[in-house]
């Protein structure tokens, strides 16, 4: 049975009524990806949060940081497991399959990332953000202690609470909407 035929439950705007800057953004997008990310199409209903949206994904996510692009994307999918966040986990599982050049990596960290043959640094990385977003009142020293034991530098640390609770917020607005994944992630990187 495919996925839902909708970008979000809400109302999408025609691109081509969109600002200049916006268009050429999902020009971008469609030069380098091949298409138009649906979270970028919802987030264009609120054209000043779409802007403020991509540039803190860029920074965050490609932004300079001691954690690779495969660490935040590890990240996002676990987070995305947590709280069951379907258009997430579908996204960035894809970046996983891409960036780990591993297609099995990907499905193992959205299903339940403690089965995955991780290494100690990924483990404690992905322990931590788990628990940052399943029992965030629970986080304290013993924790971060646990990341500086794994080699992880204090401006690290942060960058992984960064990571994490940005696709909590994410996650929850894209359930909150319906947001449905571009059907192309799905066969990307296999």
Not at 30 to 50: D, I, M, Q, S
Not at 104 to 124: D, I, K, T, W
Not at 125 to 130: E, I, K, S, Y
């Amino acid at each position: 049975m495919p996925q839902p035929d909708h970008i979000m439950a809400l109302p999408v705007p025609d691109p081509e009524t969109l600002d200049e800057d916006l268009q050429a953004y999902f020009a971008k997008c469609t030069e380098k990806l091949g298409f138009v990310p649906n979270v970028l199409r919802a987030y264009a209903a609120r054209p000043k949060k779409l802007r403020t949206f991509a540039a803190f994904y860029n920074e965050l996510m490609l932004g300079e940081s001691g954690l690779s692009k495969l660490e935040r994307e590890m990240i996002a999918v676990v987070v995305s497991s947590a709280n069951h966040c379907y258009y997430c986990l579908v996204a960035h599982g894809q970046a996983v399959r891409k960036l780990s050049g591993d297609p099995e990596l990907g499905e193992m960290l959205a299903a339940n990332y403690r089965v995955a043959p991780l290494e100690p640094r990924h483990r404690a990385m992905l322990d931590f953000a788990w628990k940052l977003t399943t029992q965030p009142m629970a986080i304290g020293e013993a924790d971060r202690r646990a990341l500086r034991d794994a080699g992880f530098t204090a401006e690290e640390i942060f960058d992984i609470a960064d990571v994490a609770g940005f696709y909590n917020m994410s996650n929850r607005v894209a359930s909150a909407v319906d947001m449905i994944p571009n059907r192309e992630y799905h066969a990307l990187d296999r």
